[in-house]
């Protein structure tokens, strides 16, 4: 069983108090051992990141130098990417095959767009002054940043989060979740063997929301906290922050509608939309979770999901032709398995899966739900496993009108061959990140986030470094006459 520690000041730092186990879903056995972080080691994490980034002079360090910095983490990450990816499928059931392609080799991409950005930082003199009067904005890092991830790429999303503070400026102390405590804990590992960041610069805690997230949320020396996890959790971040004023980025959940019309592609959108509802499981924030299908294509789109369906490569997450493993949890698996029950309960037919006889595995097939109501739960809410619903529309005001119907705002997808059409749709889903004929593309050098109940913020890109950046304004007045010297003089004549 591997031993987690805490990382703090540049140290590995043991823990006398409180541990939790995460288990391989595969195999229920134990995979690690982590502390249950306590507000004292809140209290030096926070204090080591701020020594770090005041007295260490993190913050006053070159761009340059912070690039150098994330090419060497980016390059040890990527000598470690087998085995990286190999604790993943162990901690939390993803196929290997996909944290090799999406999560560590999309980690190390990053970590490399993040150190150009570092030299690429720019605030703005305005142009609008007479010469001799210089008016700026400055962009200076945030301070102490803590960033919270959850544990469905328990690498990719902590590298969103720590390439962008540490491009900024910031100094950083990463909660790991409590699923996947080892997983991260190996990114951290990789920025310790690299050299590359003086002490306090990068810190690691392990825990759960209670009490670690909490006393991070609550702890006066964080200046920025970023999240990624569920809606309700970022509520009660965001409400916790807001006592103090504490900048705060949330990357909550989602429910992603695809509106497949008349004219699509229907193979292309078949293949894509499959993959996109059910790789890993369902437990990814863009899962494709609801189709909205022309009334005239249901039945051969239904078809041709459950056929789609019953091909995908699902076992041993170890094994590289694998797409689907278990579910990462019990919680999660029980969750969807109640979510299914719910579905049908509101009036909807499993077409394939549904409520699994033996529940003794963590392994659940794909289910599709037809004929159920639009406004009911499980077409609104998000289930976060593999179960996807299809419901039919008449005209695109229709469309609009059930793909829209949820609280969430975080992405879905238009498939249509009229790009009038697909533009037009694009534009009135009320979501904040659109794919036409396509799913799961993403790059990091267009910034991404979420509307409504899916977040608040940008992360990747250029917007996504700029979340670490607290703006100052300067102003410098050359001129020899001072402008206020008339003002004691009382009212010209
Ligand atoms: P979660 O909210 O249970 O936990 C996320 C993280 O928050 C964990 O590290 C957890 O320990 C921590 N946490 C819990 N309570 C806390 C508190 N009171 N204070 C501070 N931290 C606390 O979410 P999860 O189950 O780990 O993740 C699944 C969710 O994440 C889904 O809703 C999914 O949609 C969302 N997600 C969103 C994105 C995105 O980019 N929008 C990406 C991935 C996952």
Redesign the pocket.
Known sequence: MIEVKNYIDGQWVGFDGPSFESFNPTTGAKVARAPVSDAAAVAASVAAARRAFNEGGWRWTKGSVRAAALLKLADMLESRSAPISELIAREMGKPVRVNMAREVEGAVDKLRYFAGAARFLEGSVTGSTVPEIWDMVLPEPAGVAAL??????PVD?AVRKLGAALAAGCTAIV?????TPASTAALIEAVHDSGAFPPGVVNLLS????P???A??DHPGVDKIS????????M??ME?AARRLAKVSL????KFPAIITEDADLERCLDAVTYGAFMYGG????ACTRLVVDRRLHDRVVEGIVERSRKLPMGDPLDPTMLVGPMASRK?YDKAVSYIRLGIAEGARAVIGGVPADQSSLFLPPTVLVGGPVDGRVARE?V?GPVLVIHPFADEAQALAIANNTPYG?GGSVWSQDINRALRLARRLDVADVWINTHYIRHVETS???RHH??LGR?LGMAGVEEYLSWKRLCIDTRSEFHLKNWFEGPSK
């Not at 909660?175 to 699923?179: F, L």
Request: proline share 4%.
């Open positions: 919270i991830i959850p544990w469905n790429d999303l909660k790991s979740s409590e699923i825990g759960p929301g209670q670690t997230g909490d991070l949320v999240f990624t996890g569920s809606t309700a959790t970022g009660r971040i916790r990357e909550c959940g989602g437990q990814s924030c863009t999660q998000e976060f975080l991404f986030g979420g899916s977040g992360e």
